[in-house]
């Protein structure tokens, strides 16, 4: 059979819209996704699950209404469940997120800056 | 509050034991672990779960009873359950391992490389 490596660089070439997460691989019922953001995003909580940000390029901050968090590429964090924050980064930062399929960019917070939350790439 | 970035790099400069992977992480029921390997693993398979490798630093390959996946830096692979594997690498490879907690690295084939499944870095 056919087994093809998934290079992280060859598919965040594919697409230069930001805060919108594209899947490129499945573990279990999880979702693997690449975004690329500048700027703030909404502050929002996803209810059910802890999401994790991987750094792949880049520098990003999480704010929490009682701290903060600096990631930069090679660096990774997990935000628990509940827990409201609201990523954002000065220049364009590429990240991979795990978390479960189907879970929505702007968790609790629907607006213009919800994505699609099934699209592969 | 504290919250403080994951370093990959810094969490493997911290151990060199081979084919011993240590918990950095962990997401819902989930944990990333940090591995360091080279030569040969044993064949094995996961029934319950499949296993994704994300290569950090380094080249692997793995061979399945019908095929091989070479990946590079950069690259992953999620291997999907009940599938029999065998992990290689022809010079020390550094890895990390996305699957639920309690999962052990010889699977379905205990034997002498078997590691212990809950050790934090």
Redesign the interface.
């Known amino acids: 059979?056919?087994?093809?490596?998934?290079?992280?660089?060859e598919k965040l070439d594919k697409f230069s819209e930001q805060w919108s997460p594209k899947i490129?691989?499945?573990?279990?019922d999880?979702h693997?996704k690449l975004v690329g953001f500048q700027s703030d995003f909404v502050w929002h909580s996803h209810l059910e699950?802890?999401?994790?940000f991987i750094v792949l390029d880049g520098e990003m901050s999480?704010d929490?209404p009682?701290?903060?968090?600096?990631?930069?590429a090679?660096?990774?964090?997990?935000v628990p469940?509940g827990v409201e924050h609201k990523p954002f980064a000065e220049r364009e930062c590429k990240v991979m997120l795990?978390?479960?399929a189907g879970t929505i960019n702007t968790g609790d917070a629907r607006g213009e800056m919800t994505a699609e939350d099934n699209v592969w790439i």
Do not use: C, H, W
């Open positions: 059979m056919e087994y093809s490596a998934i290079n992280l660089k490129i691989a499945q573990m279990n999880y693997f699950t802890d999401e994790t999480i929490f009682d701290g903060k968090v600096d990631l930069r090679g660096e990774m964090f997990v469940k795990v978390e479960p």
